[in-house]
């Protein structure tokens, strides 16, 4: 598969194991926040969602907190599969809603 | 259904040519949105087109340009090509981009991988 080359921090976790995945956003006027999983040689894929309005939300084997005083995201992978193996990213939303600001990204990666 | 196909896949230029990039969303969806990524900048926004229109752009140089036909298939052009211009050039899809948003039905294309000799 392709990769695009990304010099990312990386997470290293055993299989069956709970993985944190954690962002900082800038923006603190960002209401609206989304975590992305690319795997290698594909386009980014919606994992999750969550509103300001919220501090925790919860999907399959997912989990979203977000802690607006500090500005930070973290997603929580319960259980991590080898198929989790991917770069996430953290995304902050505009306000007008048309444009994504992505983070870094983190590169996971799950030893059998 | 089918996913956004984007076209080329691959493909290489050398400095000082232009490319054109294609990207034919999810049937039904009006807006489309185009980002690069590289190494170095990560992710970043370059413009979004809904019904024909440019409702938004990301801060890249003029070189790069954009638009959207009747049909929702869009393409983006760079122009004057530069060694920095090598990414992968991401296109997504959506309904509609605007409240409520739907970013769960945002889907992106697999890339449009642009090396510039």
């Known amino acids: 598969g392709e990769s695009v080359g990304l010099h990312l921090p990386t997470l290293s976790v055993q299989e069956g194991d709970n993985s944190i995945i954690n962002c900082a956003y800038s923006n603190s006027a960002s209401d609206y926040f989304i975590w992305y999983k690319q795997e290698s040689g594909k386009g980014p894929q919606f994992i999750i969602d969550?509103?300001?309005?919220?501090d925790k939300r919860q999907g399959q084997r997912v989990t979203v907190l977000l802690n607006k005083t500090v500005k930070h995201l973290s997603l929580q992978i319960a259980a991590t599969q080898p198929g989790d193996s991917a770069v996430y990213f953290c995304a902050e939303v505009n306000n007008a809603g048309n444009m994504l600001t992505f983070g870094g990204g983190t590169r996971l990666m799950v030893k059998p | 259904k089918a996913g956004v196909t984007q076209t080329p896949r691959y493909l290489i230029k050398t400095r000082g040519q232009q490319v054109t990039l294609s990207c034919s969303p999810i049937s039904g969806h009006r807006s489309v949105s185009w980002y690069q990524q590289t190494p170095g900048q990560g992710l970043q926004f370059l413009f979004e087109y809904f019904s024909e229109t440019q409702r938004n752009k990301g801060n890249f140089p003029g070189r790069f340009s954009g638009r959207q036909f009747s049909n929702s298939r869009s393409e983006m052009n760079v122009s004057t090509l530069e060694l920095g211009d090598s990414a992968l050039y991401l296109c997504?899809?959506?309904?509609?981009?605007?409240?409520?948003?739907?970013?769960?039905?945002?889907?992106f294309g697999e890339g449009s991988r642009l090396t510039v000799l």
């Open positions: 997504a899809s959506s309904l509609e981009m605007r409240e409520p948003l739907m970013f769960g039905e945002l889907f």
């Open positions: 969550i509103r300001s309005n919220m």
